[in-house]
């Protein structure tokens, strides 16, 4: 099912509104997505989003700890802290990388048991990136305020 007006598109540039869903729900396994403002979308690109991919292409090991949080932190957290060999396969893996389309932010509905919305809810980034050798990667970031009110990335997964 496709809803129009719900994707708030964020480019490396600009921001704007998107007129459909590339992207149903049903393929995250989740609920409806809603759209969020664009100094909302802006704040997460610029905080979190966009430095965790410069971090990843660089290797840079001190940013990445930085940027995450939750269960990224359990996961790749362990790697950044006990592998010095980490950031060669980084810079490695991404060094070459590239965005290669608008990154998309928005939110899942957030609903308590009693059906109403809670504040905040979950959001997420969705970043097409384009090898050096031309293969795609589709990675999803999940992201949360932490208790200082800066945006954390809590899970990562690549989808392609």
Known sequence: ?????????VGCMSIGMFLGNPFPPVVFGQGEVEAIGQ??????????VLPFIHALQAGDVL??????DGKLAMTLGKLL?????YPAFLR??????????????FQWRNTT?????????????MVHMQTSEGNQKDIQLSLEKDPQGFWKITDKKILR
């Open 92 to 105: 490695q893996r991404y060094g070459g990388t590239t965005v290669r389309d608008t990154i998309q932010v």
């Open 39 to 48: 100094l909302e979308a802006s704040q997460i690109l610029n905080e979190a």
């Open 113 to 125: 048991n009693n059906g109403l919305a809670k504040e905040g809810g979950q959001r997420v980034a």
């Open 1 to 9: 099912m496709w809803y129009f007006e719900k994707w708030v598109i």
């Open 63 to 68: 940013t990445l700890e930085r940027l995450i």
């Open 81 to 85: 802290k006990q592998n010095t060999e």
